[in-house]
């Protein structure tokens, strides 16, 4: 660290971008670069709110791991090139698939990093329409692709996403999810445990429904246990009490929403007492649960990754928004909200097809979700040979190789590829098999507004507004990502969102820039951009909110402001019922029969550290020592003690795909049965990692199956959470040197001494 007496020092105010939260944060810069990170007091919204990620990612990202040139792999070794080389090379590679192959042959993959920029995806969704490719995978068909799916179909528009009025709401249920640790999803919101600690103090009631007893279930008022990936069967048991003991605000139905009749129907059989043999919840304790959401004043269910990862996420998350609307909770204040962004972006997408394509997939079957295919289908769209069949990928803000399922297939898929291209900010799992690894620009270099849906669609507890500059500049040969994708357009030789003239307008609006601000960096002029979207939404120039440094405050949600006025389903009404839905609801008794007849095996389900996000931050030595260099096997002592399993040990996860070993934690916390295992371990085998490549974990990822039969039909989801798998004790740690992607039969890597993890 630079001593901060050396150099002058300035404290500069953002936010973070690598959770939903959006920390507002104050940077101390000095000389270029980032000497401190503390959370914002002031700021409007989030207040004095942080993490350890967040407030030290200038550390992580300081690592000398850092990617400051673009990389070209040459075999198993990499050197660093120009720009100028890497731009040519893979346009002329991209210009001959294309001239020899349909355009779909070039895919993309665009992963969560991605999301947290404004610019990004629209800038790679802008070079992939420049090439005609319909070829585009999205992480969201490993977590959330489930919501997007269902409002498709009963809001109009995969982007309308109820969310609940946290500030307000008397009584919230939370199934599946974990804010305390994993932040709200799909709302930004910040102090998860203070915000759900507030509805007890204002008189009302928070239930967490999970397999595990949870750092949420422990600030919430209730904890009922479930049995992993039963969720559906708990929300239909919950309609079925809601419509029993009159909760259905009749008059609402009436007026806004269609298919009533065909949802309740559904619900008939299933009882509480029905149900509860499967989901493991008293019949006693559901009815109780249903009483306090009915008789709130303002309720909401919210469910996540937990429930969209389950075997039936789409099912699950479809009968949630149903209970929501029919009690009469949506669209109300205390309920679930419809947020308004800075202009109606379902509207503007509806009118202008902007995700809403359905596009058919090669293989499978499937129809695209977010205009972006199933993850889950990308190994066999490589392997298969055919018309579109992939031949090209780029990567952008993602690393598929430890979130996909089935990932150790994954990999053999994309060391067929004639072309892979990563653009990230380090060198990867992922990238570690590209020809080319192009450098990005992180968080910290870029200036920015709130992602797309606190921006476009208001989906936070208290509407806001902030823009960032970019704190510090870029310390190497970084771009940022809009201004990649044009170069990498120019290079290839074609338009910009379909367009050569869109194209070269971007070009000559970045020289301009480029003359007239010689002390930014040169490339897209990314705040032009930024204030031209502020401006579409009537919010001023990015300049003007610029100088509200702690963010600047929007008109509060009002409820009451969306069911009749912005539902954009073709009749304007909530879509109870859609046919995709009910058809696939038709497996249930199938499903529940299997569930009925008794599988013993362990129910494995994931987990998340504080310090974790997904794959990203084991490349920090702070966050993986003293013991902390592996993710652990989680079995309560029950389920331990049957299988001769002490605390410690080693044990063998199997499942149909693979095999992982890895030491052993007991944890009481859990329903017996149920065993968990942190995901985004794995990284052995990432050639720019040099911290993370040296920790012990093992990619829970490899256990899941891909593939078209294994997918959850309506949105493509990979089922990731709640896998049956036995568990065996082994004879000691894993072989040295093996890695954690090798087939069934084969063990996962890890090579030191077992310590103790603080979880
Ligand atoms: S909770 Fe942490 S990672 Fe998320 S936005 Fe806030 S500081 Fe960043």
């Given at each position: 660290?630079?001593?901060?007496?050396?150099?002058?020092?300035?404290?500069?105010?953002?936010?973070?971008?690598?959770?939903?939260?959006?920390?507002?944060?104050?940077?101390?810069?000095?000389?270029?670069?980032?000497?401190?990170?503390?959370?914002?007091?002031?700021?409007?919204?989030?207040?004095?709110?942080?993490?350890?990620?967040?407030?030290?990612?200038?550390?992580?990202?300081?690592?000398?791991?850092?990617?400051?040139?673009?990389?070209?792999?040459e075999g198993?070794s990499?050197?660093?090139?120009?720009?100028?080389?890497?731009?040519?090379?893979?346009?002329s590679?991209?210009?001959?698939?294309?001239?020899?192959?349909?355009?779909?042959?070039?895919?993309?993959?665009?992963?969560?990093?991605?999301?947290?920029?404004?610019?990004?995806?629209?800038?790679?969704?802008?070079?992939?329409?420049?090439?005609?490719?319909?070829s585009?995978?999205?992480?969201?068909?490993?977590?959330?692709?489930?919501?997007?799916?269902?409002?498709?179909?009963?809001y109009?528009?995969?982007?309308?996403?109820?969310?609940?009025?946290?500030?307000?709401?008397?009584?919230?249920?939370?199934?599946?999810?974990?804010?305390?640790?994993?932040?709200?999803?799909?709302?930004?919101?910040?102090?998860?445990?203070?915000?759900?600690r507030?509805?007890?103090?204002?008189?009302?009631?928070?239930?967490?429904?999970?397999?595990?007893?949870?750092?949420?279930a422990?600030?919430?008022?209730?904890?009922?246990?479930?049995?992993?990936?039963?969720?559906?069967?708990?929300?239909?048991?919950?309609?079925?009490?809601?419509?029993?003991?009159?909760?259905?605000?009749?008059?609402?139905?009436?007026?806004?929403?269609?298919g009533?009749?065909?949802i309740?129907?559904?619900?008939?059989?299933?009882?509480?007492?029905?149900?509860?043999?499967?989901?493991?919840?008293?019949?006693?304790?559901?009815?109780?649960?249903?009483?306090?959401?009915?008789?709130a004043?303002?309720?909401?269910?919210y469910?996540?990754?937990?429930?969209?990862?389950?075997?039936?996420?789409?099912?699950?998350?479809?009968?949630?928004?149903?209970?929501?609307?029919?009690?009469?909770?949506?669209?109300?204040?205390?309920?679930?909200?419809?947020?308004?962004?800075?202009?109606?972006?379902?509207?503007?997408?509806?009118?202008?097809?902007?995700?809403?394509?359905?596009?058919?997939?090669?293989?499978?079957?499937?129809?695209?979700?977010?205009?972006?295919?199933?993850?889950?289908?990308?190994?066999?769209e490589?392997?298969?040979?055919?018309?579109?069949?992939?031949?090209?990928?780029?990567?952008?803000?993602?690393?598929?190789?430890?979130?996909?399922?089935?990932?150790?297939?994954?990999?053999?898929?994309?060391?067929?590829?004639?072309?892979?291209?990563?653009?990230?900010?380090?060198?990867?799992?992922t990238?570690?098999?590209?020809?080319?690894?192009?450098?990005a620009?992180?968080p910290?270099?870029?200036?920015?507004?709130?992602?797309?849906?606190?921006?476009?669609?208001?989906?936070?507890?208290?509407?806001?507004?902030?823009?960032?500059?970019?704190?510090?500049?870029?310390?190497?040969?970084?771009?940022d990502?809009?201004?990649?994708?044009?170069?990498?357009a120019?290079?290839?030789?074609?338009g910009?969102?379909?367009?050569?003239?869109?194209?070269?307008?971007?070009?000559?609006?970045?020289r301009?820039?480029?003359?007239?601000h010689?002390?930014?960096?040169?490339?897209?002029?990314?705040?032009?951009?930024?204030?031209?979207?502020?401006?579409?939404?009537?919010?001023?120039?990015?300049?003007?909110?610029?100088?509200?440094?702690?963010?600047r405050?929007?008109?509060?949600?009002?409820?009451?402001?969306?069911?009749?006025?912005?539902?954009?389903?073709?009749?304007?009404?909530?879509?109870?019922?859609?046919?995709?839905?009910?058809e696939?609801?038709?497996?249930?008794?199938?499903?529940?029969?299997?569930?009925?007849?008794?599988?013993?095996?362990?129910?494995?389900?994931?987990?998340?550290?504080?310090?974790?996000?997904?794959?990203?931050?084991?490349?920090?030595?702070?966050?993986?020592?003293?013991?902390?260099?592996?993710?652990?096997?989680?079995?309560?002592?029950?389920?331990?003690?049957?299988?001769?399993?002490?605390s410690?040990?080693?044990?063998?996860?199997?499942?149909?795909?693979?095999?992982?070993?890895?030491?052993?934690?007991?944890?009481?916390?859990?329903?017996?049965?149920?065993?968990a295992?942190?995901?985004?371990?794995?990284?052995?085998?990432?050639?720019?990692?040099?911290?993370?490549?040296?920790?012990?974990?093992?990619n829970?990822?490899?256990?899941?199956a891909?593939?078209?039969d294994?997918?959850?039909?309506?949105?493509g989801?990979?089922?990731?959470?709640?896998?049956?798998?036995?568990?065996?004790?082994?004879?000691?740690?894993?072989?040295?040197?093996?890695?954690?992607?090798?087939?069934?039969?084969?063990?996962?890597?890890g090579?030191?001494?077992?310590?103790?993890?603080?979880?």
């Open positions: 660290m630079v001593p901060a007496s050396a150099v002058t020092m300035e404290t500069k105010t953002t936010f973070c971008r690598i959770c939903e939260a959006l920390c507002g944060l104050e940077v101390d810069v000095a000389d270029g670069r980032v000497l401190d990170i503390r959370p914002d007091p002031a700021h409007v919204a989030t207040g004095g709110f942080g993490c350890p990620k967040g407030l030290k990612q200038h550390r992580i990202l300081g690592s000398p791991d850092r990617l400051r040139t673009p990389m070209k792999r198993s990499w050197r660093e090139a120009t720009w100028e080389e890497a731009l040519a090379d893979i346009g590679r991209v210009k001959h698939l294309v001239g020899e192959h349909d355009p779909d042959a070039i895919a993309m993959y665009v992963g969560t990093a991605a999301g947290f920029s404004v610019l990004h995806p629209i800038f790679a969704q802008g070079f992939m329409d420049g090439i005609g490719s319909r585009m995978y999205a992480s969201a068909t490993q977590d959330c692709a489930n919501k997007f799916a269902v409002a498709r179909e009963v109009g528009f995969a982007l309308t996403q109820p969310f609940p009025d946290i500030d307000r709401v008397k009584c919230l249920i939370v199934v599946g999810g974990n804010p305390v640790v994993s932040k709200w999803s799909f709302l930004q919101v910040p102090n998860p445990s203070r915000r759900i507030d509805v007890a103090a204002r008189g009302g009631r928070v239930w967490v429904v999970d397999p595990r007893r949870t750092e949420t422990r600030v919430a008022t209730d904890h009922v246990f479930i049995r992993p990936d039963t969720d559906p069967f708990f929300f239909l048991a919950f309609l079925n009490e809601l419509i029993a003991t009159g909760g259905v605000n009749h008059d609402r139905v009436a007026r806004h929403m269609s009533f009749e065909a309740a129907a559904l619900a008939r059989p299933w009882t509480p007492e029905r149900t509860e043999p499967v989901t493991r919840i008293p019949a006693a304790t559901l009815r109780e649960m249903v009483r306090s959401y009915r008789e004043d303002g309720a909401a269910l469910c996540s990754t937990g429930v969209n990862m389950g075997r039936n996420g789409s099912l699950a998350f479809w009968l949630q928004e149903v209970i929501n609307a029919v009690s009469g909770n949506l669209d109300r204040r205390g309920g679930t909200l419809v947020g308004n962004g800075i202009f109606d972006f379902a509207r503007f997408g509806k009118k202008y097809g902007v995700m809403t394509k359905r596009h058919a997939s090669r293989l499978g079957g499937f129809t695209s979700v977010n205009d972006a295919f199933p993850g889950g289908m990308l190994a066999d490589i392997l298969t040979p055919g018309p579109r069949q992939v031949r090209a990928l780029f990567v952008t803000g993602g690393n598929p190789l430890i979130t996909m399922p089935n990932s150790a297939r994954l990999r053999d898929a994309l060391r067929d590829l004639e072309l892979l291209v990563c653009v990230d900010v380090f060198l990867n799992e990238a570690s098999l590209a020809h080319w690894v192009l450098p620009t992180s910290l270099q870029r200036p920015d507004l709130p992602f797309v849906f606190p921006l476009f669609l208001g989906m936070q507890a208290r509407p806001y507004l902030q823009a960032t500059e970019a704190v510090v500049p870029p310390d190497g040969l970084q771009r990502e809009a201004t990649i994708y044009l170069d990498l120019r290079a290839c030789d074609v910009l969102f379909g367009s050569k003239v869109a194209r070269r307008a971007m070009e000559l609006l970045s301009l820039h480029a003359r007239l010689p002390e930014r960096a040169p490339g897209v002029p990314q705040e032009w951009i930024l204030s031209a979207l502020l401006r579409l939404g009537g919010e001023g120039r990015f300049d003007a909110l610029l100088g509200q440094r702690h963010g405050l929007r008109p509060d949600h009002a409820g009451g402001d969306f069911l009749g006025k912005r539902c954009v389903t073709d009749d304007g009404r909530v879509q109870l019922a859609p046919p995709v839905l009910l696939q609801a038709r497996k249930l008794e199938a499903d529940f029969a299997l569930e009925g007849a008794g599988d013993a095996r362990l129910r494995l389900i994931t987990r998340r550290a504080v310090t974790t996000h997904n794959s990203w931050t084991h490349n920090f030595e702070d966050f993986v020592s003293g013991g902390r260099d592996t993710n652990r096997l989680y079995v309560h002592p029950a389920d331990a003690a049957r299988l001769g399993l002490a410690g040990d080693y044990a063998d996860v199997v499942s149909e795909t693979a095999t992982v070993r890895l030491p052993v934690d007991l944890l009481d916390d859990l329903q017996p049965g149920t065993v295992l942190p995901h985004g371990w794995g990284h052995q085998h990432a050639a720019g990692l040099g911290v993370a490549s040296r920790t012990r974990g093992v829970v990822n490899i256990l899941a891909d593939g078209a294994r997918l959850e039909r309506v949105s989801m990979a089922h990731l959470t709640g896998l049956p798998v036995d568990v065996r004790r082994a004879s000691g740690p894993p072989d040295p040197g093996s890695w954690s992607g090798l087939p069934q039969g084969a063990t996962s890597a090579t030191a001494e077992d310590g103790r993890a603080g979880g």
